[in-house]
């Protein structure tokens, strides 16, 4: 079975604090992705990463960088924590290539207070 | 923007009775096409796929594709309270078919 591991799932933050989500993976997946999901508007892709150290901006960047330093490992970073960016972010892995299947992790809650 | 649309409800079906689900797409040329579900609080479970035109069967699951009209659906047959979620419909991308696109989700409750 595919393993997607968030290491993180509550976490309480205050506005203006750096904070890291880490993302592993254990199916040796090209893909890697970060969503962030809120009510009403679904899941917004925030960036993905297709190989090592490569990385493409989704829909909604602003506000977030990432890293991927081994294929395996993906990582979310808030560098300054809003309040708007309390939120449900779920890191996802799939294969490369067309018609193959995103696997989710168990996802991680953001408060930023 | 890729546009993947749901009603996002609730439907709400009684046990035992068929459950429709449907989404529409605005890329021609989207290729792949996913049902996920998500029970609230837990993140989404791949249920199907589909790539061509048709239906494809899966236990009490059926996804109906249909291209010309852009447009995929998930039939439950047999709905159960278990079955209550909400279902999530994605699509690859065409430009780059490692993205996905997805709706923001279709709430199911299934009344015993």
């Known amino acids: 079975d595919v393993k997607v591991t968030q290491s993180s799932r509550y976490l309480v933050k205050r506005t203006g604090e750096k904070v890291f989500l880490e993302c592993v993976q254990d199916m040796d997946h090209e893909n890697m992705f970060w969503y962030r999901q809120d009510p009403g508007l679904g899941l917004r892709l925030i960036y993905f990463?297709?190989?090592?150290?490569?990385?493409e901006k989704g829909d909604i960047p602003e506000g977030y960088s990432v890293s991927r330093e081994k294929k395996e490992r993906f990582s979310l970073i808030l560098e300054s924590a809003s309040t708007n960016q309390t939120s449900m972010y779920l890191c996802a892995s799939s294969p490369a290539g067309s018609g193959n299947t995103i696997y989710f992790g168990e996802g991680s809650w953001l408060t930023v207070v | 923007q890729k546009e993947v649309e749901q009603n996002s409800g609730p439907l709400s079906v009684p046990e035992g009775a068929i459950a429709s689900l449907n989404c529409t797409y605005s890329d021609r040329g989207s290729q792949s096409f996913f049902w996920y579900r998500q029970y609230s609080g837990k993140s989404p479970e791949l249920i199907m796929f589909?790539?061509?035109?048709g239906d494809k069967e899966d236990g009490r699951f059926t996804a109906q594709l249909n291209k010309a009209s852009q447009y995929v659906s998930l039939l439950i047959r047999d709905s159960q309270p278990s079955d209550s979620a909400t279902y999530l419909c994605?699509?690859?991308?065409?430009?780059?078919?490692?993205?996905?696109?997805f709706g923001s989700g279709t709430k199911l409750n299934v009344k015993p």
């Open positions: 994605a699509v690859n991308g065409v430009d780059n078919f490692n993205k996905f696109y």
């Open positions: 990463s297709y190989d090592v150290k490569m990385k």
């Open positions: 589909i790539y061509s035109n």
